[in-house]
């Protein structure tokens, strides 16, 4: 963590810093945005002859908010705080920037600092007991701060994805198949039996711990009302990408026990599937027509794990297996010269010491390696994609945009008896799509989704 004790003036942290001092009163004394997607802040202020460390969280910079508005986020902390619950202190809200001005917490989010595995999976094993008194919490406080209350099993089953529908259908400007067919899934198979709600963290598994003890939970931006088995499931895809510390499998079947509540594997399944549809319909319109942010390689790393993960669990709830293997190596080319030119001009680019500087150009060098790759491969890939897609279709589509028009409108008609050839083709899709990523391979084989063991 790069903590510069100095501010970088200009307009914005002006504003920011003048916001800060009126909400925590002192001075401050270092601002030192956070290199990530999300523009953020760590901050100290001298109040009083001591320190107090702050973070502000701002916004992503995407119209793609499931629930938009930092104010909502900042409201859902001070209930949370109020119920007992381990999160930080919200001073207030910064308007310009927008952002959160909150308690900085002590600890860390790797698990690897933990002393030994078994005070890695005991903090682990806490986050999930910390999850169900989140959950035990009386929903009208939220209800009454604007949190939606779901009624019937559909609403229940739908509550995180409802608000992403809506984004989905906004933004969508082009055929998106994959998202189209996964959405009639879903509708077609929502538990019926599933009517108890209450409070979610909306993606759990984020916490700090010290000295083998949680400090606080924190990324509430996702809370809403609805089946505990949507935070159950979003700890599938939180563990590979950030290890909490113990097994998925483990952390379910420890909340079972702390609660005393039946793990319903077909809800789970139908929930991991959920969780991981929304998080790809966020991701489909920026990645259709993707805009200049910080770190876009990373989004497009994370619609490929989403849309693998999605179909994974589409297929768990399905009884069937996904087969896997070995993506083949991008055959070499006359265009070699020009790549490993392009690749050398990227890595001598002069970021000026900056992390968010030095952060682009890694990317910029990796995106060089994929588009390397892809095209390398495209034309295979392109060829066989059209061949499966005339499997079902009836004729073979002359390129990818006709395919994609097609499939879609396939899909909007195609009932339950299609859904296996579907997860098929969808599933070679992505692997496809896995196999041109050349530098995020070995992310997105660590961060397949793991088969549920009760």
């Given at each position: 963590m790069n903590m510069n004790h100095a501010i970088v003036k200009d307009d914005m942290t002006e504003r920011l810093t003048r916001q800060i001092e009126r909400l925590v009163g002192g001075s401050v004394t270092m601002l030192d945005r956070q290199p990530r997607w999300r523009t953020s802040w760590y901050a100290e202020v001298s109040r009083d002859d001591r320190t107090i460390p702050l973070y502000v969280r701002g916004d992503?910079?995407?119209?793609?908010?499931?629930?938009?508005?930092?104010?909502?986020?900042?409201?859902?902390?001070?209930?949370?705080?109020?119920?007992?619950?381990?999160?930080?202190?919200?001073y207030g809200m910064s308007h310009d920037p927008e952002g959160i001005i909150m308690d900085r917490v002590p600890g860390t989010r790797d698990v690897t600092e933990a002393a030994n595995a078994a005070e890695a999976q005991r903090i682990a094993e806490e986050s999930v007991e910390i999850l169900a008194r989140i959950h035990s919490l009386d929903t009208a406080p939220f209800v009454a701060a604007g949190v939606v209350q779901p009624?019937?099993?559909?609403?229940?089953?739908?509550?995180?994805?409802?608000?992403?529908?809506?984004?989905?259908?906004?933004?969508?400007?082009?055929?998106?198949?994959?998202?189209?067919?996964?959405?009639?899934?879903?509708?077609?198979?929502?538990?019926?039996?599933r009517t108890r709600t209450c409070v979610l963290h909306g993606?759990?598994?984020?916490?700090?711990?010290?000295?083998?003890?949680?400090?606080?939970?924190?990324?509430?931006?996702?809370?809403?009302?609805?089946?505990?088995?949507?935070?159950?499931?979003?700890?599938?895809?939180?563990?590979?990408?950030?290890p909490l510390g113990a097994d998925p499998n483990h952390l379910v079947?420890?909340?079972?026990?702390?609660?005393?509540?039946?793990?319903?594997?077909?809800?789970?399944?139908?929930?991991?599937?959920?969780?991981?549809?929304?998080?790809?319909?966020?991701?489909?319109?920026?990645?259709?027509?993707?805009?200049?942010?910080?770190?876009?390689?990373?989004?497009?790393?994370?619609?490929?794990?989403?849309?693998?993960?999605?179909?994974?669990?589409?297929?768990?709830?399905?009884?069937?297996?996904?087969?896997?293997?070995?993506?083949?190596e991008p055959a070499d080319s006359r265009s070699r010269i020009v790549w490993e030119i392009l690749?050398?001009?990227?890595?001598?680019?002069?970021?000026?010491?900056?992390?968010?500087?030095?952060?682009?150009?890694?990317?910029?060098?990796?995106?060089?390696?994929?588009?390397?790759?892809?095209?390398?491969?495209?034309?295979?890939?392109?060829?066989a994609d059209l061949d499966r897609a005339a499997a079902f279709l009836g004729y073979r589509p002359a390129d990818w945009r006709e395919a994609d028009a097609a499939v879609e409108n396939f899909v909007q008609t195609a009932g339950p008896?299609?859904?296996?050839?579907?997860?098929?083709?969808?599933?070679?899709?992505?692997?496809?799509?896995?196999?041109?990523?050349?530098?995020?391979?070995e992310r997105l084989t660590q961060y397949a989704l793991q088969p549920f063991v009760p």
């Open positions: 992503k910079g995407i119209d793609a908010e499931t629930f938009p508005g930092l104010a909502r986020e900042a409201g859902i902390l001070r209930l949370l705080e109020q119920g007992g619950i381990p999160v930080p202190h919200v009624q019937s099993p559909r609403e229940i089953a739908f509550s995180y994805l409802t608000p992403n529908i809506a984004i989905f259908r906004r933004l969508k400007k082009t055929p998106q198949p994959m998202m189209e067919w996964a959405l009639r899934w879903v509708e077609r198979n929502v538990p019926q039996h993606d759990p598994g984020q916490f700090l711990f010290q000295n083998g003890k949680i400090t606080t939970l924190y990324d509430f931006e996702a809370t809403h009302i609805g089946d505990p088995m949507h935070d159950l499931a979003a700890l599938r895809l939180r563990h590979p990408t950030e079947r420890h909340y079972a026990r702390t609660t005393g509540m039946e793990i319903d594997q077909k809800a789970f399944s139908y929930h991991t599937a959920t969780f991981m549809l929304a998080s790809s319909m966020t991701l489909a319109a920026p990645m259709a027509n993707p805009g200049p942010v910080d770190m876009q390689y990373e989004y497009i790393v994370w619609d490929i794990l989403c849309r693998r993960a999605l179909l994974w669990a589409i297929a768990e709830h399905m009884g069937v297996t996904i087969p896997t293997s070995a993506p083949p690749e050398a001009t990227v890595a001598r680019i002069d970021t000026g010491n900056s992390e968010l500087g030095e952060n682009d150009r890694c990317s910029a060098e990796k995106l060089v390696q994929w588009a390397r790759a892809e095209a390398a491969m495209r034309q295979e890939h392109g060829a008896d299609h859904d296996a050839i579907l997860l098929d083709y969808f599933a070679r899709q992505v692997d496809d799509r896995m196999a041109e990523a050349l530098p995020a391979r």
